[in-house]
């Protein structure tokens, strides 16, 4: 399988033929917004930290391990779409809990249910 990344202004630019599939993921570049969200956020709270000592943000993509039992990877998958990854380390969780279940809540752009149906 052969993946092909087309920029597109909307899912209207993307013409598509009956034995074509295109699929919405995450990428570098979602990583890299999700982080200056999170940093804007910093910054308008007055928090003196940078994104990467509160945040872990990664790409990730679900799959099944032999035994067939969902299963989160991170990386990307040439099969299955990507999406961002928000934890907050340790030593901030009681700090930015809800902030990570919003920016959590994004990904609803990358990843359904009904990819696997």
């Known amino acids: 399988m052969h993946s092909v990344t087309i920029p597109v202004h909307s899912f209207i ?10 699929f919405v993921t995450a990428g570098d570049k ?3 917004t999700f982080k200056s969200l999170l940093k804007l956020f910093l910054e308008s709270a007055g928090q003196p930290h940078e994104v990467d000592e509160v945040f872990d943000v990664q790409l990730v993509y679900k799959d099944w391990d032999d035994a067939g039992h969902e299963i ?4 990307t998958s040439d099969y299955r779409p990507s999406y961002v990854r928000v934890t907050v380390k340790d030593s901030h969780k009681e700090n930015y809990g809800a902030l990570v279940k919003v920016m959590n809540q994004l990904n609803t ?3 359904s249910q009904e990819y696997y149906s």
């Open 72 to 75: 989160e990877k991170v990386g």
């Open 109 to 111: 752009s990358f990843w």
């Open 13 to 22: 630019d993307v013409i598509t033929n009956s034995s074509s599939e295109t």
């Open 30 to 32: 979602t990583v890299e």
